[in-house]
């Protein structure tokens, strides 16, 4: 943090209950960008938020939100408040291709790209054996999968096995078995997942920002104070 920015946290800390920052560090320590999730054209709003949720609970710091064909939009009755404490990445330029300028960007932050199909030739989720390459994984839309250009650009496909007549499971638990495998195995393992001490105290001035009433208003009567 530049020295603004520590003395604003350190005067944002005193509206702060000890119980509360304790709880900040706790989730801190777990949070981790080592995973991701991209989410392709989802249209309904409640699949879309009901995923934010997931992966704020399981501990992810950013999901990547492609916009080619479906706006996403929030669904607060679903959300519970998860998207304050995740960042949504969001691509939405009309004109391009949405999924290729989110997967070089990806590319460019060394993840690996996985893509959720149902096809028999994807590799079942409890076999990939995640390590330190970074990995990102792709959820397509509701109703047409993953992208053409999703499938064929990505390192590997993936599946979740199913067993009874229905052919496929609601997005939102699709996320949450895939991430619960991977990030089991990643948290047994000796790989280091963790953020490090820059964006701890990055994304930890943020949420202070979030759980201080009318910070906005706090902040700027600080900073005028100090200039």
């Known amino acids: 943090m530049t020295p603004q920015e520590e ?5 944002l800390s005193q509206f702060i209950s000890e119980h509360k920052k304790s709880f ?3 989730v801190l320590c777990q949070r981790t960008r080592h995973v991701t999730v991209v989410l392709e054209n989802i249209y309904q709003s409640q699949n879309a938020s009901a995923v934010v949720r997931t992966c704020e609970c399981m501990g992810l710091q950013d999901i990547h939100i492609v916009e080619n ?3 996403y939009q929030l669904n607060v009755r679903v959300l519970k408040g998860s998207n304050k404490w995740i960042n949504l990445e969001r691509y939405r330029t009309r004109g391009v291709n949405n999924t290729e300028t989110c997967f070089s960007r990806l590319r460019n932050e060394g993840y690996r790209i996985l893509v959720a199909d149902p096809s028999p030739d994807g590799l079942p989720i409890a076999e990939i054996e995640p390590g330190s390459d970074k990995l990102a994984i792709l ?3 509701e109703l047409r999968g993953a992208s053409d250009y999703a499938v064929s650009n990505c390192d ?5 096995p199913m067993y009874g007549f229905t052919e496929s ?6 996320v949450a078995i895939c991430l619960n495998t991977i990030l089991s195995k990643l948290r047994a393992s000796v790989v280091d997942i963790g953020l490090d001490d820059d964006e701890k105290d990055f994304i930890r001035l943020n949420w202070y920002r979030k759980m201080v009433r009318r910070s906005d208003i706090v902040e700027r009567e600080f900073l005028r104070t100090i200039q």
């Open 7 to 11: 003395k604003l946290f350190s005067h």
């Open 156 to 160: 590997r496909k993936i599946r979740i």
């Open 69 to 71: 064909t479906a706006k």
């Open 139 to 141: 959820f397509g839309n």
């Open 169 to 174: 499971l609601n997005i939102s638990v699709s």
């Open 24 to 26: 900040v560090e706790k």
